[in-house]
């Protein structure tokens, strides 16, 4: 029976790209979107289903059964799925819909799916996926400077789930070594061709060689402070509000096309003060990440890592 190949995260690491870029082109799979409407991403990603957890089962059921009737693997891909639940909840001004932790996700995927499911995980430096976290944050209502954020109490378990190796150890107890596979983000610039080749690789196919799009660099540090500050004044208007209003949403999708033109803002003075991660957490990471290593096969201090 061909498996389900379930690309679980992390998010920041080329998901986006991926999903509209290169699964859809791999004809050797079937890929199934998980577009944030569509039933099968509500049954795996929503803390309450709308029509009830009966209702989850069957639609978890009929996925398994349309990857039976197939006769190539199946591939399911959503970025945060090995995040917590409220990784995104920066402020009730939007608040989002509360999504289930990763162990409820990987829990329903091993119930339904069983021997066929098989993950698939991106892992990228600890220190840049931070910083790449934080901007991500402030394009939704983040209001805090990164060391804030690094401080705060509902943040330590993003701070945990950085510590590859006990993350990849519990992938491997679910669904079995041979099941998971683990690659570098960093790949994506140093080495494509083997990157590709690896997924190719798990996913038991061939992936065709077709130029990717060039993918949009950091905010500029200018913008990050500003876009911080009009953040302030969106949660303070949503106080007035009470938050998810059409004045709410039309003043945030205003500022996301003005912000679109981040490059305007560089030549102006003011930056965010440099954020640090605690020595700590950093040392952490560097025992972690050597014992990841053995997982994911690949030096990670040459490409980087702590």
Request: net charge positive.
């Amino acid at each position: 029976m061909p498996p389900i190949i379930v690309h679980i995260g992390f998010p920041k690491c080329a998901s986006t790209l991926l999903q509209r870029h290169v699964f859809p082109k791999i004809s050797g799979i079937n890929y199934i979107s998980m577009a944030d409407g569509s039933e099968f991403y509500q049954a795996l990603a929503w803390k309450n289903h709308p029509d009830g957890e009966a209702a989850r089962g069957r639609t978890l059921d009929k996925l398994k059964q349309l990857a039976a009737a197939s006769s190539v693997p199946t591939l399911v891909s959503v970025e945060h799925f090995v995040m917590p639940g409220d990784c995104l909840d920066s402020s009730f001004a939007k608040a989002p819909t509360p999504l289930l932790d990763s162990a409820d996700i990987l829990s329903l995927v091993k119930k339904h799916f069983g021997e066929q499911a098989r993950i698939l995980l991106f892992i990228r430096r600890q220190q840049d996926w931070l910083q790449s976290w934080y901007q991500e944050r402030i394009k939704h209502y983040e209001t805090r400077t990164f060391d804030e954020m690094l401080r705060s109490s509902e943040f330590q378990p993003i701070l945990e789930l950085l510590e590859y190796d006990r993350v990849i150890e519990e992938l491997n107890s679910r669904f079995g070594a041979a099941n998971v596979r683990v690659l570098p983000f960093e790949l994506f610039k140093s080495d494509t061709a083997t990157l590709f080749s690896e997924i190719a690789r798990f996913l038991g196919t061939t992936i065709p060689e077709s130029p990717l799009p060039v993918v949009r660099g950091s905010m500029q540090p200018q913008t990050i402070v500003a876009r911080r500050n009009t953040n302030k004044a969106l949660v303070a208007l949503s106080h007035l509000t009470g938050g998810g209003t059409m004045l709410d949403n039309g003043c945030f999708r205003i500022l996301k096309k003005i912000y679109a033109y981040d490059f305007l803002l560089k030549p102006l003075s003011f930056r965010p003060a440099p954020g640090e991660i605690p020595g700590a957490r950093l040392q952490s990471y560097s025992n972690s990440n050597r014992l990841a290593e053995k997982y994911v096969k690949y030096d990670l201090k040459a490409l980087g890592y702590l």
